[in-house]
């Protein structure tokens, strides 16, 4: 139980174009989803919490018009970069919460990340 | 100075041997502690996870967790190839899986057969 699934594992794009990722649970209801980005050799960096329903909640310098994030329904949530540079090409991953959210944050349940080269 | 400190290694130890990885922290809210798998181009996994302080055994691995030294660890006993990856530790202060982790760094550990 408690999959997340990310498309697409891997996509390129050309500067200026926008991209989006996917993010889905597959076997359960997640009324908040997380999205991170993690450099080379780096740590994961919250970029922003999202609830179903609700606007994005994003972290201090992360641009909220070029990280486009929609939760529409309780089993999927959207990462849009728009007008992509190459210094956005990173390994973006999700995280998903349950529908009741009583348990302790340890019941994240990551997906497989998506790897954004930009050209 | 970051919330949650973790050397970075590289790490390699033989095949067998007793690994420990640790993290530091400064924020006295924290609550949770997690440590994180995290393989080459995937996401992360979880291993372990404590509450407060302690210890927490699991197979070969072992999570300990001192809140006073602000400082939490994890052993992996009869260490095997299979464990080489990055662990990353992370942090929650909040009981409710809807709020947000801080990690660390993470450690890469190379397990030498």
């Known amino acids: 139980g408690a999959v997340v699934s990310q498309h697409p594992s891997w996509v390129i794009c050309k500067s200026g174009t926008s991209v989006k990722i996917e993010c889905r649970s597959l076997?359960?209801?997640?009324?908040?989803m997380f999205w991170y980005r993690q450099f080379p050799k780096q740590s994961l960096m919250l970029m922003a919490t999202s609830n179903e329903g609700s606007k994005a909640t994003y972290e201090q310098g992360v641009e909220k018009d070029k990280f486009l994030i929609n939760h529409a329904s309780l089993t999927l949530s959207t990462l849009t970069v728009t007008s992509a540079h190459p210094e956005d090409s990173s390994f973006y991953i999700c995280?998903?919460?349950?529908?009741?959210?009583?348990?302790?944050?340890?019941?994240?349940?990551f997906g497989p990340g998506t790897r954004l080269t930009v050209t | 100075q970051k919330e949650v400190e973790q050397d970075p290694g590289p790490l390699s130890v033989p095949e067998g041997a007793i690994v420990s990885l640790n993290c530091t922290y400064s924020n006295s809210a924290f609550q949770y502690f997690m440590w994180y798998r995290q393989y080459s181009r995937k996401g992360p996994e979880l291993l372990m996870y404590t509450y407060s302080s302690g210890n927490k055994e699991d197979g070969r691995f072992t999570a300990q967790v001192d809140k006073s030294s602000k400082y939490i660890s994890l052993f992996i006993r009869d260490s095997q190839p299979s464990d080489s990856a990055t662990y990353l530790c992370?942090?929650?202060?909040?009981?409710?899986?809807?709020?947000?982790?801080?990690f660390g760094t993470g450690t890469r550990l190379t397990i030498i057969p």
């Open positions: 995280s998903a919460t349950d529908l009741i959210g009583l348990a302790g944050p340890y019941e994240q349940y």
């Open positions: 992370a942090m929650g202060g909040g009981y409710f899986g809807n709020e947000k982790l801080t």
């Open positions: 076997d359960f209801q997640a009324t908040t």
